[in-house]
């Protein structure tokens, strides 16, 4: 099959070809207030891309075989040639690169009974729900083009994130934490610890005094610093959107955006950074990103098309989730570097609010406002963290909050795990920095 592959697409007449081969297992485990569910599926398939005049064709199939992958290839040779978009791609030299294929067997029924063990450790007073979901994930791909590049790799990582809910008399409150790691299952950390500390948690989030109004000096810890700048620097920097004039970043290359101590990186090689990749969907070498160089933009994320279309090099963040999926820009691991500030410079304030943990929030990148809610927050006052606050948010816009950082700790922690939903597609991500503490943003 594959040797058929490469001589039919020899012989088509077109501004470049690639084409991506995949083969997945997933197993996936929930256990929901004491109900197992156990999915385990697998998918091989095939997707291609032709350039023809300017114009993109794509088509992909979930059947490796002779007859398929001849339509796919009638269908987007006929695609590309509906009509002229224009588009160019920057050019890329011929890459080599070949991972050791490797399966992983997992013990089922011992992850079955761990985690049903684990939910009884969170059973007890005030705990209405409870929620577990293990995934594991498994991929091997083959990239090949008609630069001659040939790169084969595999993708494993498994994530592990608890959900539990509380009630005392009229307030709710919820707990979900995460984490996720490349590789073997077995190197998730303790998740009995991680269950016990999330029980803990969301039954201390029932006595926390309700979150104050009104504009104030805060400390975000490196979660909440990992996901704004995942979300309100990462996306803005994305250069599909900025092409679509959807970014408040368009236009500002040299310009000072920020404080002088901030920079802002994208990275495919961070010390578990669950965003690490070597090469991306498009046979390019993954290479880390500056986007923002001591409070001055300095640089885009960028896909062959973008790249060309800017006059830009090129970054490796073109990323698919799947074989079935058009490569798009995409983040890796996004993170705010760190600064020269101690702990105890950072907290250093009469009063204030520490928050931990993102719980979720928006972002417009146009205008660069957001919107971005804590798991959890505390007071600080005279640099003590004091009594917790519960429901806490904080909102602003992305250009005023560069600027009113005041301090930019020593410490660094790049192992942020979360999953970026963009056009419909789905993939990995990682974000992380310090802690840092900002001046008069809005409180809710």
């Known amino acids: 099959m594959y040797d058929y592959i490469i001589q039919k697409l020899d012989t088509i007449k077109c501004d470049y070809w ?45 059947q490796l075989n002779k007859s398929s992958f001849d339509e796919a290839l009638c269908h987007a040779i006929r695609l590309s040639k509906i009509k002229s978009n224009k588009i160019q791609i920057n050019k890329y030299k011929k890459q080599k690169y070949k991972d050791k294929r490797k399966d992983i067997e997992i013990d089922l029924e011992v992850w079955t009974n761990r985690l049903k063990k684990i939910e009884k450790i969170t059973k007890g007073k005030y705990i209405i729900s409870t929620a577990f979901n293990l995934i594991h994930k498994d991929t091997y ?11 084969s790799q595999k993708d494993n990582f498994s994530y592990c994130g608890p959900r539990i809910i509380a009630k005392k008399g009229k307030i709710l409150q919820s707990w979900t934490d995460r984490q996720g790691k490349l590789g073997i299952i077995e190197k998730l950390d303790n998740l009995e610890d991680m269950a016990i500390n999330a029980k803990n948690k969301v039954i201390n989030l029932l006595n926390a005094k309700p979150c104050p109004k009104g504009i104030q000096n805060v400390i975000l810890d490196p979660q909440m610093v990992g996901v704004f700048c995942h979300e309100a620097i990462g996306h803005a920097a994305e250069a599909d959107i900025i092409s679509k004039g959807d970014s408040i970043l368009e236009k500002l290359i040299g310009k000072q955006i920020g404080n002088n101590e901030v920079t802002i990186i994208d990275s495919p090689n961070e010390k578990n950074g669950f965003g690490n990749i070597n090469y991306d969907s498009e046979g390019v070498k993954a290479k880390k990103v500056v986007i923002i160089k001591k409070g001055i933009v300095n640089s885009f994320l960028h896909s062959r098309e973008t790249s060309k279309k800017s006059n830009e090099k090129l970054t490796g963040n073109a990323r698919a989730s799947n074989y079935n999926n058009f490569p798009i820009v995409r983040m890796r691991n996004t993170v705010m570097l760190p600064g020269k500030h101690s702990k105890e410079d950072v907290f250093d304030l009469k009063t204030g609010v520490y928050l931990k943990g993102m719980k979720g929030g928006q972002v417009k990148t146009l205008d660069g406002k957001f919107m971005f809610a804590a798991r959890e927050a505390y007071n600080i006052k005279n640099g003590e963290i004091q009594e917790q606050l519960r429901d806490v948010s904080i909102s602003g816009n992305i250009t005023n909050t560069l600027y009113h950082i005041e301090a930019i700790g020593k410490d660094y922690d790049p192992t942020g795990v979360g999953f970026c939903g963009k056009d419909g597609q789905s993939i990995r991500a990682g974000d992380g920095g310090p802690h840092i503490r900002i001046k008069n943003i809005l409180l809710g």
């Open 141 to 151: 791909s083959i990239f090949l083009n008609s630069e001659g590049s040939s790169i």
């Open 18 to 62: 690639d084409i991506r081969l995949e083969d997945t297992n997933t197993l996936s485990l929930n256990l929901e207030n004491s109900e197992f569910k156990v999915q385990k599926n697998y998918y091989e398939g095939l997707g291609i891309r032709i350039l023809n005049q300017g114009s993109w064709g794509f088509a992909s199939i979930n």
